[in-house]
Nanobody
Framework: QVQLVESGGGLVQAGGSLRLSCAAS????????MGWFRQAPGKEREFVAS????????YYANSVKGRFTISRDNAKNTMYLRMNDLQPEDTAVYYC?????????????????WGQGTQVTVSS
């Protein structure tokens, strides 16, 4: 069973930037697509971004397109989420997840391993 550990969250002012990291255990990281999801208080978990096994294909939620960049380093078993121009509505717990497949997906049911989450808070 893969273990996923997120880091890089914190408190930032509106317009600021953060980079989240997701470190994965095991030897199969490079075989699967990965994704970022987030959950704000009182709201359902929502898709943020996904990246395929090689990093050549990415997919974003409309709400973050142009501001967030997902990437991965298979040699380091690590995925990243660069978040620019953060806004208060981006405040949430951010989760990384590993897909069942090698292709990008926005559907939570396609992901079978989840991290514990990292808090991102954006002040206005």
């Amino acid at each position: 069973q893969v273990q996923l550990v997120e880091s890089g969250g914190g408190l930032v002012q509106a317009g600021g930037s953060l980079r989240l990291s997701c470190a994965a255990s095991g030897r199969t990281f490079k075989s699967y697509a990965m994704g970022w999801f987030r959950q704000a208080p009182g709201k359902e978990r929502e898709f943020v971004a996904s990246i395929n096994w090689s990093g050549a294909s990415t997919y974003y939620a409309n709400s973050v397109k142009g501001r967030f960049t997902i990437s991965r380093d298979n040699a380091k078993n690590t995925m990243y989420l660069r978040m620019n121009d953060l806004q208060p509505e981006d405040t949430a717990v951010y989760y990384c997840a590993r897909s069942r497949t090698s292709d990008t997906s926005y559907a939570p049911y396609e992901y079978n391993s989840w991290g514990q989450g990292t808090q991102v808070t954006v002040s206005s």
